[in-house]
């Protein structure tokens, strides 16, 4: 039984790796081209940028908690990037 979920798991991993690059090939062009409804502005407007936002002030916080290990390991800046940069750019910058 614990070789078949092994196996299982295997070929579902697999799976999403070899599919995820299917939509990588369709989307070649650099240009989003896109004209977004008045409902998909509103949902923007209400749920995704608060909730963007909460992620910027949440990986401000964790950026900050972690910043002394980081430091050390001098990656600093790039956890900055993933953490804070990130997040915020998703949050004010569309």
Request: hydrophobic share 55%; charged share 10%.
């Amino acid at each position: 039984m614990l070789q078949n979920s092994r196996c299982l798991k295997v070929v579902a991993l697999v799976a999403m790796l070899v599919l995820s690059q299917f939509g990588f090939a369709q989307g070649s062009s650099s240009k989003v081209e896109e004209d977004p409804s008045a409902g998909a502005m509103v949902v923007d407007l209400l749920l995704v940028r608060p909730a963007m936002l909460g992620v910027t002030a949440l990986g401000s916080a964790l950026w900050l908690v972690s910043l002394p290990f980081s430091a050390l390991g001098g990656n600093a800046m790039a956890a900055a990037d993933t953490l804070v940069v990130g997040p915020a750019a998703a949050t004010f910058v569309r």
